[in-house]
């Protein structure tokens, strides 16, 4: 009996002309909402300043602690496409609710 590690099993289709190996993936869709925190410094303010340049928008007023050292900061940064998105969601619920609410008084009464 051999002490040595099988080789791994291909898993099926796996690298085939037909099914290629997975490229490198995918950059990750952005976060609608974000919040951003860490020391009032330069570093603090280029981070925010570059979600700004990627399309965020400032979320709020800023929040400020002082932790016995230093004074740490926290800003939220929304996507404004987000935010509209998830109006018109929420529009369109109370929508239906007041039709749920017209059909059942309608029924009420007949």
């Known amino acids: 009996m051999s002490d040595a590690t099988p080789p791994p099993v291909p898993t099926p289709g796996a690298g085939t002309p037909a ?12 976060l609608a909402y974000r919040l951003l925190t860490g020391p009032d410094d330069r570093s603090f303010c280029e981070r925010i300043s570059a979600a700004l ?30 935010v509209a998105e998830a ?8 929508d239906g609710l007041e039709s749920d609410r017209l059909e059942s008084e309608g029924q009420a009464r007949a």
């Open 19 to 30: 099914n290629p190996p997975a490229q490198a993936a995918a950059p990750a869709e952005r």
């Open 87 to 94: 109006d018109a969601a929420v529009a369109r619920a109370v």
């Open 53 to 82: 340049a990627e399309g965020y928008v400032l979320h709020g007023s800023p929040a400020a602690t002082f932790n016995g050292t230093s004074v740490i900061v926290a800003q939220a940064l929304v996507l404004p496409a987000a």
